[in-house]
Nanobody, 126 residues
């Protein structure tokens, strides 16, 4: 499975961006897809994940009610709509895919993901 993320860029605080991540290859293996991010000087952190079969999602508390993850089966693509962005959202955003159809409680564990995209930079200016 290969993952191609896109949609990052520079936006002012309060603005919006939409990230996309398209999967290719043996996409039938995908059970869960997620977004993680890594800010400068910080560890990678979980943002949101979605179970491929039924669309159930889990959000990190810091993005809940601002970010929305969705999926398009036909395009093998997930989206991350990010609203009300603030400078603390500045990071490289990575999409990831797991062969496991995870329970909600497992979705935040990065070591459960088997495939990673190259990352896309989101910069939020104040």
């Amino acid at each position: 499975v290969q993952l191609q993320a896109s949609g990052g860029g520079l936006v002012q605080a309060g603005g919006s961006l939409r990230l996309s991540c398209q999967a290719s290859g043996r996409t039938f293996r995908i059970g869960t897809m997620g977004w993680f991010r890594q800010a400068p000087g910080k560890e990678r952190e979980f943002v949101v994940a979605i179970r491929w079969s039924d669309g159930n999602t889990r959000y990190a508390g810091s993005v809940k009610d601002r970010f929305t993850m969705s999926r398009d089966h036909a395009k093998n693509t997930v989206y991350l709509q990010m609203n009300s962005l603030n400078p603390e959202d500045t990071a490289v955003y990575y999409c990831a895919a797991s062969e496991s159809s995870m329970i909600i409680g497992s979705m935040a564990s990065s070591n459960r993901y088997h495939y990673w995209g190259q990352g896309t930079l989101v910069t939020v200016s104040s």
